[in-house]
């Protein structure tokens, strides 16, 4: 992206706060097990691995919940998303290189179910940030190097 703070959208914010709260309640749930698990009572190999994977599961939700955390305080203080040029959250309407237009928004979350979505760090996404209505930029696909003109944003 831009190297300093990064702007975010309401809706990413959401989605990550979303997410958060998940990654808390399974957290909790993971770490219950633990707790409830140790003492004094002799285990096989099989308890002791299970154990093991417990604590990765540990590791690798707290990592994931400290990211999510500084990407929050991120936007915090990066403030509201750039309306004249593309950025994470920016909503934009493209003209592709076969003259087919597109109406996208750009993320950080990528959403199968979420057919206007372009990721920040995808080609296209990359090519877009910003970018201002009339540019045209330059994006590696599958197919080669091809280009679209951003037509407009919001």
């Known amino acids: ?10 809706v ?3 989605e990550f706060e979303r997410e958060l709260a998940d990654l808390r309640t399974e957290r ?7 707790r409830g698990g140790g003492g004094d009572e002799v285990g096989d190999r099989a308890d002791q691995a299970d154990e093991l994977q ?9 990592a994931r919940i400290r990211e999510i955390e500084g990407r929050l305080e991120e936007g915090a203080v990066a403030g509201a998303p750039s309306a004249d040029a593309v950025g994470v959250g920016s909503s934009v309407t493209v003209r592709f290189a076969d ?7 750009i993320g950080e979350l ?5 057919a206007a979505l372009v990721t920040a760090d995808s080609p296209l996404g990359r090519a877009l940030l910003g970018h201002r209505a009339g540019d045209t930029v330059t994006y ?4 080669g190097r091809t280009t679209a003109v951003v037509v407009a944003l919001g």
Do not use: H
Request: proline share 7%; net charge negative.
């Open 1 to 10: 992206m831009t190297g300093g703070p990064e702007p975010i959208s309401a």
């Open 12 to 14: 990413a914010r959401e």
């Open 28 to 34: 909790e749930a993971v770490a219950v097990t633990l």
């Open 54 to 62: 417990r604590g990765d599961d540990l590791d690798r939700l707290d």
């Open 99 to 105: 003259g087919t237009e597109s109406a996208l928004r």
């Open 110 to 114: 990528a959403n199968a179910l979420d």
């Open 140 to 143: 590696d696909t599958p197919a």
